[in-house]
Nanobody, 125 residues
Framework: HLVQSGGGLVQPGGSLRLSCTADELVLNYYAIGWFRQGPGKAREGVACINSGRDASTRYADSVKGRFTISRDGDKNTVYLQINNPKPEETGRYFC???????????????????WGQGTQVTASS
C-alpha cells in the first residue's frame, strides 16, 4: 500500500510538500516515483528515487531546481517538495512503485503497478 498526504492550494512562489508512506521495507527494495496528471492530460513523471542504499534521483527537466524528492527510511516515507509551482503544474499527484525489486527508477509510468490514492495540487494565485 502507498498512502499519500499533503496537497492543496499553493500560490506561485509558495511551497508544498507531499508525502507517500509505504509498507515497511518497501523503500529498501523498490523505487518510488511521483507523477502528475493535469486536467485532460496524460499522467507524466515528475521525479523518482531509487531503492536501497542507492537513493539516486531523477527529475523531469521542467521541475529541476524547484522540486525535490527525498525519503525517510525510518518513516517509510518518500516526499516531494514542491517550490514555486507553475499554474500548469496543477493536477493530481500520485506516487507509485514498480513490481520488480531494485528496478532503476524511471519517469515513464509503464512498469509502475502500485499507486497511491492521489492528492490534488492547485497552483494558483
Amino acid at each position: 500500500h502507498l498512502v499519500q498526504s499533503g496537497g492543496g492550494l499553493v500560490q506561485p512562489g509558495g511551497s508544498l510538500r507531499l508525502s507517500c508512506t509505504a509498507d515497511e521495507l518497501v523503500l529498501n527494495y523498490y523505487a518510488i516515483g511521483w507523477f502528475r496528471q493535469g486536467p485532460g492530460k496524460a499522467r507524466e513523471g515528475v521525479a523518482c528515487i531509487n531503492s536501497g542504499r542507492d537513493a539516486s534521483t531523477r527529475y523531469a527537466d521542467s521541475v529541476k531546481g524547484r522540486f525535490t524528492i527525498s525519503r525517510d527510511g525510518d518513516k517509510n516515507t518518500v516526499y516531494l517538495q514542491i517550490n514555486n509551482p507553475k499554474p500548469e503544474e496543477t493536477g493530481r499527484y500520485f506516487c507509485a512503485r514498480p513490481t520488480i525489486r531494485n528496478r532503476p527508477c524511471v519517469l515513464g509510468a509503464n512498469g509502475y503497478n502500485f499507486w497511491g490514492q492521489g492528492t490534488q495540487v492547485t497552483a494558483s494565485s
